[in-house]
């Protein structure tokens, strides 16, 4: 899950789950249930600081999201590599790979499944959320005001590598990933080896708008789903960015905006695509 899907889940999760008070929290009995809790020593712990409390609202930082609860604690969850929350109710049987069930007094439960178990969650008490040192990271992040193009124009300059890697960075810019660092790419016209410090200003500018145009396009049609299935929404339904990806995935077939036949390479192990008429 990158940032476009993270944003997606919260979006929901602030129509979902915002006011419900949570009547009781299941962490599963198997074994990979006490990973996705790591950083709580018993299950009992980790469900007695949610029970009784209501969330009250949901909030982002980078791939992190912070469900705040009513006694200023609060719920930090990362998906990592394929972890998703989903809706149900008692009726319903657990999908496989369910760690942990959280249900609300007004009825119905959130799911946390993940078959990877590199996810997580944990309860910050509320004197120690800023002391969390993944949610102190200063990486960029691309829905943010405080994103300016100056910063990031500086930013380039000071790294002076190649940008396909710089994009990829979780800690210069958060959550593009492999399949967003491509479309952002296209978009700006680039290509992966060029170098960030030799953009001229103007160039510069392109990406920094790619890469926000590129995020907020993923947003509207609900992220990414690839065949794999990794990502759906809370619902269990697939995002619909996917077909209107511009280079990923698409060897072969004709870019969209000068019909020369996209080329993919490997790049540190990871497919890469790209239009080697409109990127230089
Ligand atoms: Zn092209």
């Not at 657990?94 to 942990?100: A, G």
């Not at 008490?125 to 500086?154: C, M, N, Y």
């Not at 509207?220 to 809370?234: G, K, P, Q």
Request: charged letters at 30%.
């Amino acid at each position: 899950m990158e940032l476009p899907e993270v944003e997606v889940v919260r979006r929901d999760l602030e129509k979902e789950v915002v006011g419900r008070r949570i009547k009781e929290v299941e962490v599963r009995p198997h074994r990979n249930a006490m990973r996705i809790i790591r950083r709580h020593a018993r299950r009992k712990e980790f469900a007695d600081l949610l029970a009784g409390r209501k969330i009250t609202k949901v909030d982002r930082k980078g791939k992190y999201l912070i469900l705040a609860l009513d006694d200023g604690d609060a719920l930090v969850v990362h998906f990592g590599m394929s972890g998703q929350f989903l809706r149900g109710t008692k009726r319903q049987s657990l999908p496989s790979h369910t760690h942990v069930v959280i249900e609300f007094q007004q009825g119905g439960d959130l799911r946390y499944a993940d078959p990877r178990t590199f996810g997580e969650m944990f309860v910050a008490p509320a004197d120690q959320l800023g002391k969390v040192r993944e949610l102190d990271h200063i990486a960029i992040d691309p829905l943010e005001d405080t994103f300016t193009w100056q910063e990031f124009s500086a930013e380039l300059g000071r790294r002076a590598t190649k940008l396909k890697p710089l994009l990829m960075d979780q800690k210069f810019i958060s959550g593009l990933g492999n399949i967003y660092s491509d479309e952002v790419l296209f978009a700006a016209g680039r290509r992966h080896d060029r170098m960030s410090d030799s953009l001229s200003s103007q160039e510069v500018r392109r990406l920094y708008r790619a890469i926000r145009e590129v995020v907020l396009d993923a947003i509207r049609f609900t992220a990414t789903t690839l065949a794999d299935e990794a990502y759906v929404d809370l619902f269990g339904k697939p995002g619909e960015f996917q077909n209107e990806l511009k280079v990923y995935g698409r060897t072969g077939l004709a870019c969209r905006r000068c019909r020369t036949p996209i080329v993919t390479i490997k790049l540190s192990g990871r497919n890469s695509y790209y239009c080697p008429q409109c990127q230089s």
